[in-house]
């Protein structure tokens, strides 16, 4: 992975950071106002941009572990 690749990888994670925000602020609003399953949805999109996010990081991860040299 170039560090062009992985610099526009971290760009999507902080666009799906941004979006889960959101969504979780929206979520927590439903929810005040008592619109249970409006609140629910957005919580399934928190979960679904946490995923993107995590899956982002792992990819990082597994390029670094390739390219790293372990040294005691």
């Known amino acids: 992975m170039s560090l062009e690749d992985q610099a526009a990888r971290l760009d999507t994670i902080a666009t799906e950071a941004t979006r889960l925000a959101e969504h979780a602020r929206v979520a927590a609003q439903h929810f005040r106002n ?35 040299n372990p040294i005691a």
């Open 34 to 68: 008592r619109e249970i399953p409006r609140g629910a949805a957005h919580t399934l999109a928190v979960e679904g941009h946490l995923l993107a996010i995590r899956s982002g990081l792992d990819a990082i991860a597994v390029e670094h572990a390739a390219h790293s």
